[in-house]
């Protein structure tokens, strides 16, 4: 292989990363040095590597490495950094737990157990460098404390290699309020919406974050049709969630939970809307679980999630022109429980090492979900023998449940051509699949295609399912626009301009399709013969404004390719493109993938 500098600093970095995982605190890669003699007449080098001895200061002479052992174990949990610069700290009290002196102010605000448990060494073991950065990371996810700093210092008998710890914890604001005032634009619909939270990052001394929110909303509907009483929209909500900095579940050890350093999250939401159309309350409970066993996967369990949608009262014109008309629309249109369970997964190759939003080198990632539902409640209606409804479906206090299964695949890739020019690619499928008490898919759980992170030739849920074509667009037909499967893909030029802009040109391509055949939605459902011919195909540019913590979007696409139609100019908009036809602007945050 070529002499390469790079290379001989990778080794040296290797070499001390395995000597510090194996207890020799004090070894750094100066300690290694390369001699280079090259061969006469050749373009061959012969590499010797020297480890040299440890050496306290200039003066002394060498000595062997010493191999370092874990002495006792102390925190400190009102450290101060204003206070590292003098010789004192303020300690008012101290409490001893298993053996690990705790000191304080004034009042002891994380439990004992919680700081214990948190390390990853103990006293007697050897020390390792890796077991220091995971006690980092478990005490950088608490989100009582707002720094730790972790330092190591020699005990003064000299016939020892012991170091003691000092795990200082700096504390983190607990309590917050927070206030929102939004303007909103729902199809050109203008209004407004306001939210007050509150949070509490350590309610129970444990580092668990309670929230509670209350959010109003008002718009003003337009383009509705006569004989509604009133043309405004209003929605009242508030939600309310514990997340605890631990995985609460039964039968683990205590060991595997706090390697696995899961969270766990459990939440309750309410919402009530009144429309011109229909009045509707829908609420929901649900308990999930996050984990990390490295930085570059993630994963997601929902234990359970359920859903409940109400609606109390439903206007006798919307009940006539929409809904005695069409099954699909009468479907999404009834009381609905969902009780469902799933899992998700997501790699990214590139890990927490971007910087500025900027990729240092090509990535990719990968994010799959599963979901779930109706399954049990299935087994346990048909097991008791329940009597169905007058739609041949089982429910529970009179209300249906919904029953099916949803799995999506989504990769993306970054390939980087220099500094300022990278290439980025996504492809992305999903499928739901109603069946034993579900007819279709609830509306909630639909794919919708069309939009800033879809075809973006197409206005937001405006294309398919299919080749289905409606002459005008109604309020309501956003109903029509929805469908069980979903295909996307995408490939994207993106480069910096100057300042903090940045510049793309994007080909979009996808559609949805039903997996049944519906009248509302002609041209609608999938079949293999012909799907391939209904994918739609949008190009465009697009302007991103970089403001470090997030980027601002603004895309502009056109239609290449309709698939409402089976031929002709129609067919084919990028041969005689018309701005009002085949354009649509979107603003958006963050890249579409």
Known sequence: MNLDVNVLDEERQRITGYLLRNSYYKFNKDYIAYTADTVRGTYLVDLTLHLQGFKASLVDSMQPHKQYRIGKVHFITDYDVLQSLSSSMNIN????????????????????????????????????ESHVQQTYSNFGRLSALKYTNIRFLETSAKDTADLNCYVMLTKSKHRSVTFEVE?????????????????????????????????????????????????????????????????????????????????????LQYNYQIRPEFSRTMASAFWSYKWSRRQKIQHRFDLINIGFLYLPWISGKFKEVYIDKNDLFRYSYQDRLIINMGYNYYYSSVGRSILNNTIASDSYSIRFNLESAGNIMYALSKATHIRKNSDGEYAILGIPYAQYMKGEFDFSKNIRI??????????????????????????????????????????????????????????????????????????EYRSRLFWKFQGAAFVDAGNIWTIRNYDSQPGGVFKFNKFYKQIAVAYGLGLRLDLDFFILRFDGGMKAINPVYESGKDRYPFTSPKFSRDFAFHFAVGYPF
Do not use: C
């Open 93 to 128: 009290d101290s409490v001893d737990y298993k053996g690990y002196p705790i000191y304080y102010q004034n009042k002891l605000y994380l439990r004992p157990k919680v700081l214990v448990d948190n390390l990853r060494f103990a006293p007697g073991d050897m020390y390792n």
């Open 418 to 491: 220099d500094h300022r020019n990278w290439f980025a690619f996504h492809v992305g499928l999903g499928v739901a699949v109603p069946y034993g008490n579900a007819k279709t898919i609830p509306f909630e759980k639909q794919y919708f295609s069309g939009g800033a992170n879809s075809v973006r030739g197409w206005g937001v849920r405006t294309l398919g399912p299919g080749s289905f074509f409606k002459e005008s667009e109604e309020r309501n037909s956003l109903l029509e626009r929805s469908g069980d499967i979903k295909l996307d893909a995408s490939i």
């Open 183 to 267: 303007g909103t634009n729902s199809a050109g619909d203008l209004g407004a919406a306001a939210s007050v939270s509150f949070q509490n990052r350590n309610i129970f001394r444990g580092s668990e974050t309670f929230m509670i929110k209350f959010r109003g909303a008002y718009e003003v509907i337009s383009g509705l049709q006569p004989g509604y009483s009133k043309n405004n929209y209003t929605e009242y909500g508030v939600e309310t969630g514990i997340n605890f900095p631990n995985f609460l579940f039964p039968f683990l050890s205590s060991d595997y939970k706090r390697r696995i350093r899961a969270t766990t999250e459990v939440g």
